[in-house]
């Protein structure tokens, strides 16, 4: 499963560019469901088993990221962002373009200046040194770029956020494949936009019209130092259940259905309220006349950092919660 994540978190995908993120997710699962689609947002959206509970499964493809808006005649570039672009978190970093070439992002005067910055006063450097910009345009997304390590347990990449929820919904796919008979109709969906406001998982439950929707997706931490988070999720200690956030109160019942399956399972778990943030189950739970919709998160240190940091072990115990869900007929 690591290989399948460090090939996931390393692919470039900003929102509304997934393309070779999804490309690379439908090789990996082409031999696992029993029907296949893109639909016309991008979402990638796999079928398995029938009869039973409709369920739609969401993780998103996309990874935050900018795109050029202006260049000025020496190669730098202006840039609105796509998704939560933290500025503090920027400076020296290196963006990538689809074309390969990598620019650097800086804002002038960070060492002399320690108030919060704003994006404004970033720029990117494309400058090739031959007065072009190694063929990047206004117009062109980007996203950070930094390979994929490990320490220990722990694993940092960038765009853990969501690709280690689209590693949990491969290797659930897998699991499910290995076991036999699916006793409910599931739909793997791999989203499109949900850094830029929860947009592919609401025209593919729109369509699809499930009965439960869970999307799967990282959650923040309150297990660092000074850490301002008001809630109790912290890395090793299992998946977390969605209980709440800005876009989603869990109904009880799909929270109990995820609690009964952890506790039969063995699966170690924790609680979910999330303070802020919200996840493709807000855009699921809304979508058509309603669906109930819950969220099993992955606990996942430094959100929206190129160092986004999260346990093997939780991974493992999403994978499993998920498994044991979907195998048996569903009841709320
Ligand atoms: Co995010
Ligand atoms: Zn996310």
């Not at 997304?141 to 280690?164: H, N, Q, V, W």
């Not at 802020?276 to 606990?299: K, R």
């Amino acid at each position: 499963m690591k290989e399948t994540i460090k090939k996931l978190v390393e692919a470039w995908g900003p929102s509304g560019f997934e393309h070779q993120v999804r490309a690379l997710i439908q090789a990996e699962v082409a031999d696992l469901a029993d029907e296949i689609r893109t639909d016309s947002l991008g979402n990638l959206i796999c079928r398995m088993g029938s009869g039973g509970a409709r369920v739609m499964v969401a993780a998103h493809m996309d990874e935050i990221g900018l795109i050029l808006t202006y260049r000025d005649d020496k190669g730098f570039f202006r840039f609105s962002p796509l998704g939560g672009l933290i500025p503090d978190s920027l400076t020296g970093h290196r963006v990538r373009f689809e074309n390969g070439v990598t620019g650097v992002i800086h804002r002038e005067g960070a060492f002399r200046r320690p108030e919060t910055p704003t994006l404004d006063e970033f720029f990117i450097d494309l400058d090739d040194g031959n007065g072009g910009s190694a063929g990047v345009q206004v117009g062109d997304p980007g996203a950070l770029f930094r390979p994929y390590e490990e320490r220990g347990t722990r694993i940092m990449a960038k765009s853990m956020d969501d690709r280690i929820g689209c590693a949990v919904a491969i290797e659930a796919m897998r699991r499910l494949k290995a076991g036999g008979d699916i006793p409910n109709e599931v739909y793997f969906v791999f989203t499109v936009q949900e850094e830029v406001g929860v947009r592919g998982a609401r025209t593919a439950a729109f369509g699809l019209e499930p009965t439960l929707g869970i999307a799967l997706d990282v959650t923040a931490t309150a297990d660092t130092p000074r850490s301002p988070n008001r809630m109790v999720v912290g890395l090793g200690k299992g998946a977390a259940i969605k209980v709440h956030d800005l876009g989603l109160v869990v109904p009880p019942a799909v929270k109990e259905m995820m609690i009964r399956a952890a506790e039969s399972a063995g699966i170690p778990y924790q609680l979910e309220l999330l303070a802020m943030g919200s996840t493709d189950a807000s855009g699921i739970s809304l979508s058509g006349s309603g669906v109930p919709s819950g969220c099993i998160s992955i606990p996942c240190r430094y959100v929206h950092t190129t160092s986004e940091t999260v346990d093997l072990n939780d991974v493992e115990a999403c994978v499993g919660l998920l498994t044991t869900i979907l195998q048996k007929p569903i009841e709320l």
